[in-house]
């Protein structure tokens, strides 16, 4: 593995509880890795905290853009047709 604060699924399946008190009390970032690829990450609260209020700011930003841009504002089902045609 690369990093050393990764662990395979099995063995944070096996060392949870102590996983869990080296995140908590040490502020670790344990990353879970099955065949090779990170699936999970167990990070500390505040971590996870910090994360929440910078998805937050992005979203006011993005939100203040698309704002000045002005235009009409559609409907809801208009949104999700003009979705759809983008997928």
Same mark, same amino acid.
């Given at each position: 593995?690369?990093?050393?604060?990764?662990?395979?699924?099995?063995?944070?399946?096996?060392?949870?509880?102590?996983?869990?008190?080296?995140?908590?009390?040490?502020?670790? $970032? %344990?990353?879970?890795?099955?065949? #090779?690829? @990170?699936?999970?990450?167990?990070?500390?609260?505040?971590? !996870? +905290?910090?994360? =929440?209020?910078?998805?937050?700011?992005?979203?006011?930003?993005?939100? $203040? %853009?698309?704002?000045?841009?002005? #235009?009409? @504002?559609?409907?809801?089902?208009?949104?999700?047709?003009? !979705? +759809?045609?983008? =997928?």
């Amino acid at each position: 593995m690369s990093n050393p604060n990764d662990l395979t699924a099995s063995e944070a399946r096996s060392d949870f509880g102590p996983t869990l008190e080296r995140v908590y009390h040490k502020h670790e $970032r %344990v990353r879970i890795v099955k065949h #090779g690829r @990170p699936m999970a990450a167990l990070v500390p609260v505040e971590d !996870l +905290e910090l994360l =929440e209020r910078l998805e937050d700011l992005a979203d006011i930003e993005a939100a $203040r %853009v698309a704002l000045a841009e002005g #235009g009409e @504002p559609i409907g809801m089902e208009e949104l999700w047709k003009e !979705l +759809e045609q983008q =997928e």
